[in-house]
């Protein structure tokens, strides 16, 4: 039986059958039809196989939806606070700190951790961009930008550059080079923010 949608009931001559009768309008793929209510049922029936009727269908359907509703019990056979009950208290964390990393002139407003779990990239409200070693804690680059409000840093996956952005509503990305003598220089700003950076930014590819 093709998809039916019921538009509205008017009276006329039926389509089918001739007889004037309340209408049904009803579309058939993109063709509108009119039919009586009889002419509409005689049309679904003649879509069922042997033995079937529309009573048996619709007890069927009733039949699905209460094994349905008898497997959702089983899902949710437990209150949440039964639940809750079960699960074992978890005591203080015990956080202690390990490395202070001293450096900046103001506050912190960003920080990522680079791949090799060693070193860190933080940017700060002086405007100053830092790359540390924490282990050791050396300072292996430092930036200064040209705005304060660094709100944004990130370290690129191959850890071979850092992104940074903020109030001057620019993402600047910097190649970290293995001399640290050497003055790193910007690679790509990227000027089409309308407003500041906020958030971290991920690199995947440079």
């Known amino acids: 039986m093709c998809d039916q949608t019921f538009v509205a009931a008017t009276f006329g001559p039926c389509e089918c059958c001739g007889k004037a009768s309340p209408l049904m309008n009803i579309y058939i ?3 509108a039809i009119n039919y009586c209510s009889f002419c509409v049922e005689v049309m679904a029936c003649a879509g069922l196989t042997a033995g079937e009727s529309v009573a048996s269908l619709k ?3 009733e039949t699905l939806k209460k094994k349905l ?3 959702r019990g089983k899902l949710s056979d437990i209150e949440l606070n039964q639940v809750a009950e079960k699960v074992e208290v978890l005591g203080a964390l015990a956080i202690k700190t390990r490395r202070v990393l001293k450096g900046h002139g103001n506050k912190v407003l960003c920080m ?4 090799d779990k060693r070193r860190i990239v ?5 405007g100053k961009v830092i ?5 050791t804690l050396n300072k292996e680059h430092g930036l200064n930008l040209p705005c304060t409000w660094v709100m944004a840093c990130a370290y690129a996956p191959s850890g071979c550059a850092v ?6 509503n620019k993402c600047s990305v910097f190649p970290l080079s293995l001399d640290k003598k050497r003055e790193l220089e910007c690679k790509k700003e990227v000027c089409r923010h309308a407003h500041q ?3 971290r930014m991920h690199l995947h590819q440079l």
């Open 131 to 135: 790359v540390w070693d924490a282990f």
């Open 197 to 199: 950076l906020r958030l």
């Open 112 to 115: 990522d951790w680079c791949k």
């Open 163 to 168: 992104a940074c952005g903020g109030l001057d």
């Open 59 to 61: 007890k069927e359907s």
């Open 122 to 126: 933080s940017s700060s409200q002086d």
């Open 29 to 31: 793929k993109t063709e």
């Open 69 to 71: 509703e008898e497997e």
